[in-house]
């Protein structure tokens, strides 16, 4: 095997790790924070500084890691993970979870934080281009997928079989988060193992005009990153943590059923990506990401709406089934349409601004989800955004051209 083929293994096994243990806290974290003594605000509050954090963290990471090396940065970011982990079990002392929501690497999503995605595909385009690249970007999303499934299967059946057991949701929501800080030290060991081969081939200071690692591609950089950040301002209002808070709430659901739930959630979603890249072959890029996303908003709006928790959650599979086809599909966009020399800092730029537009949604929607007059506002607000950027992408990207398409 080659250093670059096995690199790329190693590449898709840390992904795969790093989602589970994402999925692992995203479905008990706003749960463990009210079981400390945190009202839904503080929670949400402390949600958008995670993703403040990430934003933060990401950029200094992301636009030096060509210059500093990526493996150094990857291992960086893992190590982080540890640390956050170990905080948020170890402490309820609010300004010691603050530092740790800012400083450290910890999803309330279950969707990918912090630096490694920008890094990591970055590496993986230096081998693949063109079709090839979207399709492998499909299956590294549903290898995601896969993981973020089965940690939040783990998690929830985790606490369900605990509880039973005679152990308090509390002492089973902190050993998974002492698992999350051990999976953090697995990735840091891996990523050490990578090779030179993922560090880029054009050092940074041989570059003209860098400014956060782009110089030729800024304009067009700059432009989609505006608009991924609405996109995910409006998703920050639907926190996976939040969704199953408001399941919990609503329905009064155990643990174990929304583990099922989320499970299959994310499972549908990865495998959409493998739809959508063959979709992406016949009908474009962009015309994949917009004419997916819109049918899935509508879903999303469409899920408190219904009277049952087996509607609720019918209506909510289907919007994941294929809410994430926009995301290879976005992924190999923004890599096909950059100079190579700036695809990490193209992802790592467009990745911070979607972490900037999720900043303040989450402390909104804890606001939101502390009365019962608004526990279902969220799904609202995020379903009507997501469709303004869908039309806005369509309008500003439709006549774009991928670096492949232009030669």
């Known amino acids: 095997m ?40 503080t929670s949400g509050l402390l949600m ?39 905080v948020f079990v170890s402490t309820n002392f609010f300004p010691l979870l603050m530092i740790a929501a800012i400083v450290g690497v910890i999803s309330p999503s279950g969707n990918e934080i912090g630096p490694f995605l920008a890094i990591e595909q970055a590496a993986i385009s230096e081998e693949i281009t063109g079709s090839q690249r979207t399709h492998l970007f499909a299956y590294y999303n549903l290898m995601g997928s896969v993981a973020t499934a089965l940690g939040a299967l783990t998690a929830g059946w985790t606490v369900h079989w605990s509880e039973r057991a005679g152990i308090s949701a509390v002492q089973a929501d902190r050993g998974i988060l002492v698992a999350y ?14 090779s030179p081969a993922v560090e880029p081939a054009t050092p940074q200071e041989n570059r003209p005009n860098v400014f956060l690692g782009l110089h030729k591609s800024r304009g067009i950089v700059l432009k989609l990153s505006s608009l991924f950040a609405l996109d995910a301002f409006a998703g920050g209002f639907i926190l996976q943590s939040f969704l199953a808070y408001w399941f919990t709430v609503r329905f009064d659901i155990d643990p174990g059923v929304l583990g099922n739930v989320f499970f299959f959630a994310n499972l549908f979603s990865g495998l959409s990506g493998l739809v959508a890249a063959r979709l992406a072959d016949r009908i474009g890029l962009i015309n994949t990401m917009v004419f997916t996303h819109i049918p899935s908003n509508i879903l999303i709006m469409v899920v408190p709406l219904m009277p049952t928790f087996e509607w609720a959650m019918a209506a909510l599979l289907a919007r994941f089934a294929i809410s994430q086809m926009d995301v290879p599909t976005r992924q190999s966009f923004v890599a096909s349409v950059v100079a190579p020399d700036e695809r990490s800092a ?23 989800l502390g009365s019962p007059a608004t526990l279902s506002v969220p799904f609202f607000l995020a379903g009507g955004l997501k469709i303004v950027y869908d039309l806005a992408l369509l309008l500003m990207f439709r006549q774009a051209r991928t670096v492949e398409e232009s030669a």
Not at 10 to 31: E, H, P, Q, S
Not at 58 to 86: E, H, N
Not at 181 to 194: D, E, P, V, Y
Not at 346 to 368: D, E, H, K, Q, W
């Open 2 to 41: 080659t250093a670059a083929k096995r690199d790329v293994v190693l590449l898709f096994i840390t992904r795969f790790a790093r989602m589970f243990a994402y999925g692992l806290v995203a479905i008990i974290l706003v749960l463990y924070l009210t079981q400390i003594g945190f009202d839904e605000k």
């Open 48 to 86: 958008s500084l995670t993703l403040a954090g990430d934003m933060l963290i990401s950029l200094w990471m992301t636009t030096r890691a060509d210059r500093i090396g990526r493996r150094k940065m990857l291992v960086a970011g893992a190590i982080l993970m540890t640390l956050a982990g170990l």
């Open 181 to 194: 800080a051990a999976i953090g030290l697995l990735l840091a060991l891996i990523f050490s193992r990578l």
């Open 346 to 368: 193209a992802a790592g730029v467009t990745n911070i601004f979607r972490s900037c537009g999720a900043m303040f949604s989450p402390y909104l929607a804890g606001i939101l």
